[in-house]
């Protein structure tokens, strides 16, 4: 038996028989295909190559190292905005102070008065610095009270502790004076 060829009956339209056919742009490159094809392959080397020297230069690194810079600048600026302000501020209330203090009266009672404070402070000074005799004929300097304040600490802890111990060393003489006559010495040695 033959074979008979398959017939050719009418097909049914399908929604794929009726679409559009596009021809496969790689078998039908034109120039211009090829030129753009071209240029977007030299445009990804060259931004590769532009990335690579970017990364050796410290990349992201210098970008923030220059944000850094110029705020550190413009602080710095304000910084010394403010500075001429706050000058500019202090010397306006010194010119007020200088308007203010032109009274010849009020300034020779200001000097009288710390005249007399340096007078006191002084008398102070010469009553501390002068040895004061007791009774026991001991000389003690005048108590810390008198003294005003010097500002150090370790000097008025100093003098606190060396009158402690010259009562303390008085006190203990005038004991062992008294006892040094019916005690016999039981240290070893």
Same mark, same amino acid.
């Given at each position: 038996m033959a074979m008979s060829p398959p017939?050719?009956?009418?097909?049914?339209?399908?929604?794929?028989?009726?679409?559009?056919?596009?021809?496969?742009?790689?078998?039908?490159?034109?120039?211009?295909?090829?030129?753009?094809?071209r240029n977007l392959f030299l445009r990804k080397v060259r931004e590769e190559g532009q990335d690579r020297k970017w990364k050796a230069r410290g990349g992201d690194d210098e970008v923030m190292r220059s944000i850094y810079i110029s705020e550190q600048k413009r602080w710095e600026a304000k910084q010394a905005r403010i500075a001429r302000e706050i000058l500019a501020s202090q010397e306006e209330e010194e010119d007020i102070l200088v308007v203010d203090s032109g009274n010849t009266e009020d300034a020779r009672i200001i000097d009288d008065l710390l005249d007399e404070?340096?007078?006191?402070?002084?008398?102070?000074?010469?009553?501390?610095?002068?040895?004061?005799?007791?009774?026991? %004929?001991?000389?003690?300097?005048?108590?810390?009270?008198?003294?005003?304040?010097? %500002?150090?600490?370790?000097?008025?802890?100093?003098?606190?502790?060396?009158?402690?111990?010259?009562?303390?060393y008085n006190g203990q003489d005038q004991e062992n004076f008294g006892a040094e006559s019916g005690i016999m010495d039981t240290s070893s040695g």
């Open positions: 017939s050719k009956a009418p097909r049914a339209k399908t929604r794929f028989s009726t679409r559009t056919i596009k021809s496969n742009p790689l078998l039908h490159s034109t120039d211009h295909d090829r030129e753009r094809r404070e340096n007078a006191e402070l002084e008398a102070l000074v010469s009553l501390w610095e002068s040895p004061q005799s007791v009774n026991n %004929g001991n000389s003690t300097p005048a108590p810390t009270s008198i003294l005003p304040n010097s %500002g150090s600490d370790d000097e008025e802890y100093d003098q606190l502790f060396l009158d402690l111990v010259n009562q303390e």
